[in-house]
């Protein structure tokens, strides 16, 4: 139970920001957090408690698969790199896993704009994650 309790606060956040579905579970040390945010911004703020407990992510002792409500609302967007598909990852930084990628000039949508460099977005083929928001272009 040392996970659980070094991560309390992550915990509790999502238990009083409304994450559904919340299963928090101990396995091989690692602790899986799970569950569905009513809205980018819990999960954004679960990213920054979960930063703020193990700067950089560096213990690499928790995976949080915690997606947003299909349901909210977002912004279409367009991806604009120069001709390469635009990786998704789990979390807002380069170090975190690509859980997939958006072609280019596919428009996918804007869950929440996580900070100046990373916005959480989804595909319309439900594939969620934080992509690097220099290579996102807000349609006309």
Excluded: C, F
């Amino acid at each position: 139970m040392a996970l659980q309790d070094k991560y309390s606060e992550l915990i509790n956040a999502a238990k009083s920001s409304g994450v559904s579905n919340l299963q928090v579970r101990e396995q091989n040390n690692v602790l899986y957090i799970d569950g569905q945010a009513p809205s980018g911004q819990v999960k954004d703020n679960l990213w920054n408690i979960y930063n703020k407990l193990d700067p950089d992510y560096k213990s690499g002792d928790v995976v949080m698969n915690v997606d947003v409500a299909a349901s909210a609302p977002g912004t279409k967007v367009k991806v604009t790199t120069d001709s390469s598909n635009l990786n998704i990852r789990k979390g807002p930084g380069t170090d975190q896993p690509i859980v997939g990628k958006a072609a280019h000039d596919e428009v996918v949508t804007i869950v929440s704009k996580t900070n100046d460099q990373w916005y959480l977005i989804r595909t319309d083929k439900g594939v969620e994650g934080y992509a690097y928001a220099q290579y996102l272009t807000e349609q006309a």
